[in-house]
């Protein structure tokens, strides 16, 4: 069964640091989403593309975050500098395409620990 | 802003018994529901889902039903099993401009097994 690969797993930076993280969505699927996740909460939607456009990066922190999908495929997300309060698990999703019942499917995340 | 919350943060059950995770949502957009699992350290998987134009959904040993009126949504577990056991989420998804669409995630159910 094909699903999302995300990598790092897991990575420990210090504040200050870039970190990046990729995404490697489901073969096909067109729209990929970027979420965070902090301890004990629900994924919150951070970047959203269409292909290779952004749709919705309305609650990015572009001061310091930044994403890409040049090409419509994997994708990657990058902090710089990292700040404490990033400590959080990195969620990537995907969806084939436009429609009602189309879910997102999830990678296992990356988790973040800024010390 | 809206969003969808959950209203236990933990729920124990006996194996073998019946489980019923509740949850709020407060879009009145949002028009597609759906049950994600996330178990320790792995990203949220899909488990049901349900539109807005049906009331009740069955899959294996899992039932949604969705209560427009009072914008509740509930999953059921049946036989609950030690398997079962992780954080569950809610998620209301609602149009955007265009073909987009955003999910919104609840804050989460820890749901643990007893032996």
């Known amino acids: 069964e094909a699903e999302v690969a995300q990598s790092p797993r897991y990575k420990i930076t210090e504040k200050s640091q870039a970190v990046a993280f990729w995404c490697d969505p489901i073969?096909?699927?067109?729209?990929l989403y970027w979420y965070r996740q902090i301890l004990g909460q629900g994924p919150e939607l951070l970047v959203q593309f269409q292909d290779e456009s952004v749709v919705d990066d309305s609650q990015l922190p572009k001061d310091r975050f930044s994403a890409e999908r040049l090409k419509g495929v994997d994708s990657t997300l990058k902090i710089q500098p990292a700040e404490l309060g990033d400590s959080a698990m990195y969620l990537c999703?995907?969806?084939?395409?436009?429609?009602?019942?189309?879910?997102?499917?999830f990678g296992p995340g990356t988790r973040l620990l800024v010390l | 802003g809206e969003s969808v919350g959950l209203h236990l943060p933990t729920l124990s059950v006996q194996e073998g018994d019946n489980s019923i995770i509740n949850c709020a949502y407060s879009?009145?957009?949002?028009?597609?529901f759906i049950w994600y699992k996330q178990e320790s350290g792995k990203g949220p998987q899909f488990i049901i889902d349900i539109r807005s134009n049906m009331d009740k959904r069955q899959g294996q040993r899992v039932t949604v039903l969705l209560n427009k009126t009072v914008k509740h949504l509930s999953l059921q577990i049946a036989a609950t099993q030690p398997g079962d056991s992780a954080v569950y989420f809610c998620a209301e998804n609602y149009p955007l401009s265009g073909s987009a669409r955003q999910l919104t995630f609840g804050s989460g159910t820890q749901l643990t097994v007893l032996p």
């Open positions: 879009n009145s957009a949002s028009d597609y």
């Open positions: 073969s096909g699927h067109a729209t």
């Open positions: 999703a995907s969806r084939p395409s436009v429609g009602l019942k189309e879910t997102q499917y």
